[in-house]
C-alpha cells in the first residue's frame, strides 16, 4: 500500500479549480501507523503515541475548526472487509465530512488551529484516501 498523506502540488490545483460554491462532500479513508511518527522536535516526538492516539488528537484539535467553517461528519463506518478493490487496502478510520462549500474546506486548512492539528494527522497516518464528491439527489436508481 503506497503511503498518501498530503495531497500532491496538481491534485491540490485540481481539487482549487472545481466548482467552488457548491456543497461537497469528503470521503475519507484512513490507515494508522502502529506507533506514531511525531517530527523529532515536536513535544509528542518521546511519548511513544499509537498512530490512534495522534489520529484522536488530530481529531479534538481539528473538530472545532470543522464546525467553524459550517462542516460537519456526515456518516462514519467500521471496515469489515474489500468485496471488490485492492486486498491490500484495509481501513482504520472511514468517515465522509460535509462542507458548505469549497470556499469552506479552503478556510479549514487554512486556519492557524488546523495547520498546528495536522501534524498529529501526519504523525499517524500511513496512508489515506481523501475522495471530494459532490452530493446528488437520492433516487432509487444506481446511476
Not at 9 to 23: E, H, I, N, Y
Not at 24 to 29: E, G, H, R
Not at 48 to 66: C, D, F, R
Not at 107 to 117: E, F, G, L, V, W
Amino acid at each position: 500500500m503506497t503511503g498518501y498523506i498530503d495531497p500532491d502540488r496538481a491534485q491540490f490545483d485540481a481539487f482549487k479549480g472545481l466548482d467552488r460554491d457548491t456543497p461537497l462532500n469528503m470521503v475519507n479513508l484512513v490507515k494508522l501507523r502502529d506507533k506514531a511518527a511525531y517530527p523529532d522536535d515536536h513535544a509528542l516526538a518521546a511519548k511513544a503515541l499509537t498512530g490512534v492516539q495522534a489520529y484522536k488528537n488530530y481529531g479534538a484539535e481539528s473538530g472545532p475548526v470543522l464546525a467553524d467553517v459550517g462542516g460537519s461528519i456526515l456518516w462514519r463506518g467500521q471496515f469489515e472487509a474489500t468485496l471488490i478493490g485492492p486486498s491490500d487496502e484495509d481501513w482504520d478510520v472511514m468517515f465522509i465530512a460535509q462542507y458548505p462549500n469549497a470556499h469552506a474546506f479552503l478556510q479549514m486548512i487554512s486556519d492557524p488551529r488546523y495547520k498546528q492539528a495536522v501534524v498529529h494527522r501526519q504523525a499517524a497516518v500511513v496512508t489515506s484516501r481523501l475522495i471530494r464528491s459532490a452530493p446528488l439527489p437520492l433516487t432509487d436508481e444506481f446511476a
